[in-house]
């Protein structure tokens, strides 16, 4: 069992920024590849971005490449989504996830939900005009 928790979020106008962060525990040692995913009213959960286990390698939707950035911060056991240039069609429930361990670090695998182990409750990120 994975537990994932996050923080942050909360509501900026277009063209701020805002930061959600997640812990992952589980298993003593094991180390997971993290996501984060948005899910808007009325829409289908989508990936928004990866990053590896060992924090060297990250992927990201097209749609936020340049403005998001994914980060791992081992000392603190956390990974945090700085989301910067924020524009309303990034209104969302932001959930992230644990990668199930062994499973390659690809764009494919990372972008299917069912190759997840844990999610966290989701986070709210509202962008006004």
């Known amino acids: 069992q994975v537990q994932v928790v996050e923080s942050g979020g909360g509501l900026v106008q277009a063209g701020g920024s805002l930061r959600v962060s997640c812990t992952a525990s589980?298993?003593?040692?094991?180390?997971?590849?993290m996501a984060w995913f948005r899910q808007a009213p009325g829409k289908e959960r989508q990936f928004v971005a990866a990053?590896?286990?060992?924090?060297?390698?990250?992927y990201y939707a097209d749609s936020v490449k340049g403005r998001f950035t994914f980060s791992r911060d081992y000392a603190k056991n956390t990974v945090s989504l700085q989301m910067d240039s924020l524009e309303p069609q990034d209104t969302a429930v932001y959930y992230c996830?644990?990668?199930?361990?062994?499973?390659?670090?690809?764009?494919?695998?990372?972008?299917?939900?069912?190759?997840?182990?844990?999610w966290g409750q989701g986070t709210q990120v509202t962008v006004s005009t």
């Open positions: 990053i590896m286990w060992s924090g060297t390698e990250t």
């Open positions: 996830a644990a990668l199930s361990p062994g499973l390659p670090f690809t764009l494919g695998t990372m972008t299917r939900l069912q190759n997840y182990v844990g």
């Open positions: 589980g298993r003593t040692g094991t180390t997971y590849a």
